[in-house]
């Protein structure tokens, strides 16, 4: 099992900045891809960034390609999600979310991930 906790939302203008944190717990978190999704009011969740185990290797969704930044410390066992240049439809419960074990390579499939924190608010006034 592993057991995700985020932090660090909040509100913020557009236009600011945000960094989210996800501390990870539990069985071979060093070992496993690691993931932002959010989930807009009224819309359903859709991933933002994932990393591969080594923090290596990312990917983005084109919404948010070049403004956000998916990072990792594997001695902390900790993920974070730089917002820059934040926009009203970044509004969202955000997740961090964890892949089963995988290989240290690769970069998961957005659709691959099977474990999720309780969520942290982000909310983008204009």
């Known amino acids: 099992q592993v057991q995700l906790v985020e932090s660090g939302g909040g509100s913020v203008q557009a236009g600011g900045s945000l960094r989210l944190s996800c501390a990870a717990s539990?069985?071979?978190?060093?070992?496993?891809?690691m993931g932002w999704f959010r989930q807009p009011p009224g819309k359903e969740r859709e991933g933002v960034a994932t990393?591969?185990?080594?923090?290596?290797?990312?990917f983005y969704a084109d919404s948010v390609k070049g403004r956000f930044t998916i990072s990792r410390d594997n001695v902390k066992d900790t993920v974070y999600l730089q917002m820059n240049g934040l926009k009203t439809e970044d509004t969202a419960m955000y997740y961090c979310a964890a892949s089963p074990y995988t290989s240290w390579s690769r970069v998961c499939d957005f659709r691959e991930y099977i474990y999720w924190g309780q969520g942290a608010q982000v909310t983008v006034s204009a």
């Open positions: 990393i591969n185990i080594r923090g290596t290797s990312t």
């Open positions: 539990g069985s071979g978190t060093g070992n496993r891809c």
